[in-house]
């Protein structure tokens, strides 16, 4: 139901957006957002969209030079990227949470999560 695309091969300091297309259904509420896996570490938080007020969360990795924005349907988002660099290199998720507002730390996990999409390889050269 989440289809992510936008990835690529960039080379430092460079630019990438991302999109993540919902289908079969509109998440009206809740909160959707972007994860990442890099190459033999855990999945960590990337950023967030909540829709009930628009409040954004960001990792403080990528406060400053990721920035992430949601149609106005709701059913998808992007994640604009700037100042890339090596350590960016991962698989990038996007998801969504079920029906539901929450405070804006339950958005910060993972698990909370329900729905998720294959993941686009985002790699960037030093």
């Known amino acids: 139901q989440l289809q992510a695309s936008g990835g690529g091969l960039v080379q430092a300091g460079g630019s990438l957006r991302l999109s993540c297309a919902a289908s079969g259904r509109t998440f009206s509420s809740g909160a959707m957002g972007w994860f990442r896996r890099a190459p033999g570490k855990e999945r960590e938080f990337v950023s967030t969209?909540?829709?009930?007020?628009?409040?954004?969360s960001y990792a403080n990795s990528v406060k400053g030079r990721f920035t992430i924005s949601g149609d106005n349907a709701k059913n998808g988002v992007y994640l604009q990227m700037n100042i890339l660099g090596p350590e960016d290199t991962a698989v990038y998720y996007c998801?969504?949470?079920?029906?539901?507002?929450?405070?804006?730390?339950?958005?910060?996990?993972?698990?909370?999560?329900?729905?998720w999409g294959q993941g686009t390889q985002v790699t960037v050269s030093s």
């Open positions: 969209i909540r829709w009930r007020d628009s409040h954004k």
């Open positions: 998801a969504a949470t079920g029906p539901g507002t929450y405070n804006s730390g339950y958005y910060l996990n993972g698990d909370n999560y329900i729905y």
